[in-house]
């Protein structure tokens, strides 16, 4: 009986599927799975290439999109450059889907992403569609708190160069160049190279990147082929552990990693497009990809358990992994129908060893393996003037795999099906009310299963020193929780356009089953754990809003309210680092050739500790900028934290019972000078 519903959402998919017109499909490098339109019922906010210009000068994507409803972010070195992290309606990025192009750039195995692994990676970034919520179908990893979905810069651009160079706080710097060809006797190339370089605001927190992206292809009258490589390599001074709030008073400065930890982390991911014209209603589009990461980072175990480190105790961590995956999407496009279907399926192995970083003597050498294949039928069509259906049905089914010298593992795997549906109406002032259900689930990460470690041993009583034989059980399998989670999404909103103002009012109720939630606690490497609780929900209301004021002066507003509970073992208490109200809001100005713009960011207090007995401070931040451009010159004045407040947007209770931040940066500026040609 369960069925039953998927059944019938299959059948009506294949029945609409039949229909045909006269309308006609244009070629699009666009490679998205299916990209959400403004009457889709699909709770969606778009960021175009203006805004990304306007606020990019190589900081961060996560400070950008924290700048939209129901994200927060933090940042390990207190500055805008290295290691940075989102959460979307408190949801951390190991459940956000994140692509580029349609390729998945989470990581399999842990399930995140890092964008400091591509630095100024918003220079190469044409428009950024954020879901949140199960969404729509993604490849890679489930959207399960949401997905953002990245869109590289267009080869069929007008031809056009463009140089930047900036310099700030910390001894912040960027340079980069921008070159796109244009369309020329049916080719065309875009090239950006980058570098990135600061000393960060805590001691010791330097980040010093590089990266490229290129793209070129072939456009012909019934299909386009496109090479893409983009490329990154950073060095950083590691900052990822909190600091307690006693160190911070003394210094606020302080890092919590020793001058000895450091990483240096190469990936590269290349990709090859085809999109293919069958007739007026119908195109095909393909993407073989293969991603590719090598590097490493010193742990130092004396610092850790708070001796005094010479650096003669450093393990050393080294990571090689590669991703190679092959995705389809045929489109049916006619006057009222839009029908997609499409498989995805990659295969992913990553090595990890850990030795003495001095000595070069290896610990432990193991080899995990993750495997994933999915389908997926979407259709959207019209019931009437008025009325937009979308239903979107996913089967994905991954397995993960792991061989070690310690002990044996069997190969375990999970399959799911996801479906999700949705109904728009459409005034005639082209006003949209929506509303959607979906149900995702998803499988837990590596590091969740495996409880903090990189590999899996067995602590009590692991040696016989007798016989210096391993005690413990014969396969790892039972030493790790493998439980999937799952969420039942229901969305409804209003988007609404007026003559000087638009605005989209989203309300949303997620209820989760098997939730894996922060706990507090830090792992054997620093990291914060998470822990399966049975029941919990997240509830609230979304808002972004545009006024025009005359031709010279915009408000922006992106708000957000958020109410979420877990209910375990009789208890009810609220999810660690979910705060109930964020605000943003931008004033901007234009006169002549110049752009004042002043943005306010309140974030209330969230709690940082299981007990809900210890609560991260809410806080007003203010930041200004000024851009002023004369014929192809521009440049532009960044002035963040123009208060000069102390503040924190990330912290948690250490292992020792202390209050401990992570430190965001005093007053700081940021100056940046280019042109176009």
Not at 304 to 328: A, H, Q, R, W
């Amino acid at each position: 009986m369960k069925n039953i519903p998927i059944f019938l959402l299959f059948t009506i998919n294949l029945v609409f599927a039949q229909n045909s017109s006269d309308s006609i499909i244009q070629l699009s490098e666009v490679n998205a799975t299916f990209l959400a339109t403004k009457k889709s019922p699909i709770n969606h906010q778009n960021i175009h290439i203006d805004y990304i210009k306007n606020k990019s000068v190589g900081q961060e994507p996560s400070i950008l999109l924290s700048n939209t409803p129901s994200i927060t972010y933090s940042v390990d070195g207190g500055h805008s450059q290295g290691y940075s992290y989102f959460r979307m309606r408190g949801l951390d990025q190991t459940r956000i889907n994140i692509t580029i192009d349609g390729v998945p750039l989470n990581d399999p195995m842990n399930q995140a992403f890092y964008f400091s692994n591509f630095a100024n990676l918003l220079g190469s970034i044409e428009m950024i569609q954020i879901q949140r919520g199960a969404g729509i179908s993604k490849n890679g990893n489930a959207s399960y708190a949401g997905s953002i979905e990245l869109f590289s810069k267009k080869l069929s651009d007008p031809q056009s160069f463009t140089f930047d160079i900036g310099y700030g706080s910390y001894n912040s710097f960027k340079t980069s160049a921008f070159f796109n060809s244009g369309i020329k006797n049916g080719k065309a190339l875009n090239l950006r190279v980058s570098k990135i370089y600061s000393d960060g605001y805590k001691n010791h927190s330097f980040n010093n990147s590089h990266s490229l992206n290129f793209s070129g292809g072939i456009f012909r009258d019934k299909s386009i082929w496109k090479l893409s490589v983009l490329a990154g390599k950073q060095k950083n001074g590691l900052a990822w552990m909190s600091v307690p709030e006693n160190d911070i008073n003394c210094c606020k400065t302080t890092n919590a990693n020793s001058e000895f930890e450091e990483d240096d982390f190469t990936q590269v991911q290349t990709k090859i497009n085809n999109t293919f014209l069958i007739n007026k209603n119908s195109s095909v589009k393909s993407t073989f990809y293969y991603t590719f990461a090598d590097g490493w980072w010193n742990f130092d175990l004396d610092n850790y358990y708070g001796v005094d480190s010479d650096g003669t105790n450093l393990t050393k961590n080294e990571i090689k992994s590669g991703m190679l995956g092959f995705f389809s999407n045929y489109e049916y496009l006619a006057k009222s129908l839009k029908f997609n279907f499409g498989i995805h399926g990659n295969t992913y192995k990553n090595n990890y060893i850990e030795s003495d970083a001095n000595l070069n003597s290896i610990f432990y050498d193991v080899d995990r393996f993750k495997e994933e294949l999915s389908t997926y039928t979407k259709v959207e069509f019209n019931l009437g003037e008025n009325f937009l259906f979308s239903s979107d049905i996913q089967f994905r089914k991954t397995s993960f795999d792991y061989e070690g010298d310690v002990m044996k593992f069997r190969e375990i795997s999970w399959s799911f099906i996801n479906p999700k549906i949705g109904l728009s109406y459409i005034s005639q002032n082209n006003d949209v009310i929506y509303v959607s259900f979906a149900s995702t689930g998803r499988e837990p990460a590596k590091y969740d299963m495996f409880q903090g470690n990189d590999i899996l041993s067995y602590v009590p009583g692991a040696l016989d020193w007798d016989t210096y034989e391993y005690i413990g059980p014969e396969y790892g399998n039972q030493l790790i929780s493998k439980n999937p989670e799952f969420v039942n999404d229901f969305e409804f909103g209003v988007r609404k356009e007026f003559k000087n103002f638009n605005m989209n009012l989203n309300f949303f109720y997620m209820d989760f089953k098997n939730e894996r939630i922060l706990n507090g606690q830090t792992g054997p490497s620093g990291l914060a754990l998470r822990s399966r609780v049975d029941n919990s929900l997240r509830t609230g209301l979304e808002f972004f809003g545009e006024l025009s004021i005359l031709k010279n002066l915009k408000l922006t507003n992106n708000s957000s309210y958020n109410y979420s509970s877990v209910i375990q073992n009789d208890t009810e208490f609220t999810p660690i680092l979910t705060p109930e109200i964020i605000i943003n809001q931008e004033i901007s100005y234009s006169i002549k050739n110049a752009t004042l713009n002043l943005s306010a960011r309140y974030q209330s207090d969230s709690y940082m500790n299981f007990e809900n007995s210890e609560s991260l401070a809410d806080y007003f931040l203010l930041n200004a900028r000024i851009d002023y451009k004369y014929g192809n010159y521009f440049t532009s004045l960044y002035l963040n934290n123009v208060t000069d407040i102390h503040y924190f947007n990330n912290g948690e209770v250490n292992s020792e019972g202390q209050r401990s931040y992570w430190v965001q940066p005093p007053r700081n500026f940021f100056i940046s000078v280019g042109c176009n040609f």
